[in-house]
T-cell receptor, first 111, second 115 residues
Framework: EDQVTQSPEALRLQEGESSSLNCSYT??????LFWYRQDPGKGPEFLFT???AGEEKEKERLKATLTKKESFLHITAPKPEDSATYLC????????????FGAGTQVVVTP | ETGVTQTPRHLVMGMTNKKSLKCEQH?????MYWYKQSAKKPLELMFV???????ENNSVPSRFSPECPNSSHLFLHLHTLQPEDSALYLC??????????????FGEGSWLTVV
């Protein structure tokens, strides 16, 4: 059975304190791994898609990496506006178009 | 402002009511989705439509009835719901399944409370 596990569940950071979020997955065949950001009361906002091990993508203070078993979302020198829940999801080769989500990591960045 | 618009944003309904959620996408996509997000649980896929045809019903109770009249519009008809159906209902869209790029874009969601 396909599984997506995110850790930690919650993360509290001081402004400027870099950290990483983990998304580990067990799937039959990975087509793509997606990262989303979700603010309270809003829908998930797309951040990145990673397709193959070794791939990396960056956007402002965020950098996503992928291995054959897990993905990391690195937050460098975070600011309070980076506070959100970060969601990881996988799309498998035999479930085209469908995303299986992890439970998310809630990040709070304090000034 | 996203390319996927959902209405209403908030809905309170009694268990005997009938209501509908509406979704419209302005991204030129051909696949549309309904997801459910309950407190403390991962997003759950409910229904998938590709070129107006339903391709996935993830064992959703019949009190939820989807409708996709064209590739830009998706409805979720609700009737005789239970309090445990209270959740955030998210509509999403993507290119059709044959495309290599299949990023799924979400709307802002409809908050449903069943009383």
């Amino acid at each position: 059975e396909d599984q997506v596990t995110q850790s930690p569940e919650a993360l509290r950071l001081q402004e400027g304190e870099s950290s990483s979020l983990n998304c580990s997955y067990t799937v039959s065949g990975l087509r793509g791994l997606f990262w989303y950001r979700q603010d309270p009361g809003k829908g998930p906002e797309f951040l990145f898609t990673l397709y193959s091990a070794g791939e990396e993508k960056e956007k402002e203070r965020l950098k996503a990496t992928l291995t054959k078993k897990e993905s990391f979302l690195h937050i460098t020198a975070p600011k309070p506006e980076d506070s959100a829940t970060y969601l990881c999801a996988v799309q498998t080769t035999d479930s085209w178009g469908k995303l299986q989500f992890g439970a998310g990591t809630q990040v709070v960045v304090t000034p | 402002e996203t390319g996927v618009t959902q209405t209403p944003r908030h809905l309170v309904m009694g268990m005997t009511n009938k209501k509908s959620l509406k979704c419209e996408q302005h991204l030129g996509h051909n696949a549309m989705y309904w997801y459910k997000q309950s407190a403390k649980k991962p997003l759950e896929l409910m229904f998938v439509y590709n070129f107006k045809e339903q391709t996935e019903n993830n064992s959703v109770p019949s009190r939820f009835s989807p409708e996709c009249p064209n590739s830009s519009h998706l409805f979720l008809h609700l009737h005789t719901l239970q309090p445990e159906d209270s959740a955030l209902y998210l509509c999403a869209s993507s290119q059709d399944f044959g495309q290599s790029e299949n990023t799924i874009y979400f709307g802002e969601g409809s908050w449903l409370t069943v009383v």
